[in-house]
């Protein structure tokens, strides 16, 4: 059986806009920072028509098993 015992550090996104599908590193995504609510979102540009799109940083977790 083969397991997986950790995830490797890029993700793989599909850009909802042009459809191009690409891999990026945590060191692509930008953060966008509320300053009334002082909440924060992660978000990277599609590297084929520039279009920002959201994400979520537990896309990175690491370790089989974190939920
Ligand atoms: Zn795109």
């Not at 850009?15 to 992660?42: A, H, L, M």
């Not at 028509?49 to 974190?66: E, H, M, P, Q």
């Amino acid at each position: 059986m083969i397991e997986i015992i950790q995830r490797g550090p890029k993700a793989i996104k599909t850009c909802p806009k042009c459809g191009c599908k690409f891999s990026f590193e945590k060191n692509d995504v930008r953060i966008n920072r509320y300053e009334y609510t002082g909440s924060q979102t992660y978000y990277i540009s599609c590297p084929q028509c520039n279009a920002t799109l959201d994400i979520y940083l537990n896309i990175f977790k690491n370790r089989v098993g974190d939920s």
